[in-house]
């Protein structure tokens, strides 16, 4: 199957996509669903990898500080211009993570779970979002492969696979959900008729979601957790910005 484009174009593709009536639509329901996630995930730091769409995802999160990570620059949130296989922070200095599809489009997955694990303070949650390839959604991805069209170019990682890797950081699952039974149509019509499916999903196949939600904990005995800190100095990978300093101030 042919994989999704790496770098700026792989992002403006994607936030394209994110930007069309589906995408819309997923977008509306998975920012829903975090915001009965992020507010009961404390901290004073919470970094995005990956910027999807227009909505912010972080909106519900009561960390005071709420910055993104993306290869694009994005109005309205701090952004960071990095890889996520790459984090210019310090070791344990973020309190929460959310990975919007980021492990779907990512050139190196588990990569990105190390540089995560890596910057995760004790005690710090990571909220994961991934298309299902057990889904409707799934059967469309077959369908299109070999066309290099997003999302279905994604990788569309199984959630037993997921939690297989959180299971070898020792980290604790603490959450999981289904999302969005609707079959991929753009048209809004339709879908705004078919809304019943994500009504009843959660009772008659709830497997098949077109995307998993996976809330992970970091566990790390005997070590009391700390407040997150920014680092004071360039880390490896990407510097951060003055004008991405004072926005992390203004929110601080």
């Known amino acids: 199957m042919r994989t999704c484009e790496s770098g700026p174009q792989l992002r403006e593709r994607l936030c394209a ?32 990898l990956g910027a999807v769409g227009k909505m912010n995802m972080m909106d519900s999160s009561p960390a005071p500080t709420r ?89 569309f990682l199984g959630l037993a696979r997921v939690k297989d890797w959180f299971a070898l950081l020792e980290y604790e699952l603490t959450a999981g959900h289904m999302l969005y039974y609707r079959p991929p149509l753009q048209n809004e019509g339709v879908m705004d008729r078919l809304y019943f499916l994500d009504k009843v999903g959660d009772r008659w196949w709830p497997m098949m979601g077109a995307v998993y939600v996976v809330v992970a904990k970091k566990r790390v005995f005997g070590v009391t957790p700390l407040y997150a800190r920014w680092r004071t100095r360039p880390a490896i990978g990407p510097r951060l910005s003055e004008p991405v300093a004072r926005g992390m101030q203004r929110h601080g």
């Open 67 to 155: 910055v993104v990570l993306d290869l694009l620059h994005h109005d309205g949130t701090p952004t960071v211009q990095g890889l996520p296989e790459s984090l210019p922070f310090d070791t344990r200095s973020v309190d929460v993570v959310l990975l919007p599809h980021t492990l779907d489009f990512a050139g190196d997955p588990h990569q990105v779970l190390r540089e995560v694990d890596r910057v995760l303070a004790p005690e710090g949650h990571v909220v994961v979002l991934g298309f299902n390839p057990l889904s409707l959604w799934g059967v469309r991805r077959l369908l299109s492969r070999g066309q290099g069209r997003i999302p279905w170019c994604g990788k």
């Open 17 to 48: 996509w994110f930007d069309s009536p589906l995408g819309r639509s997923l977008q509306a329901i998975e920012t829903n669903r975090l915001r009965s996630i992020l507010p009961k995930r404390y901290g004073t730091v919470i970094l995005q």
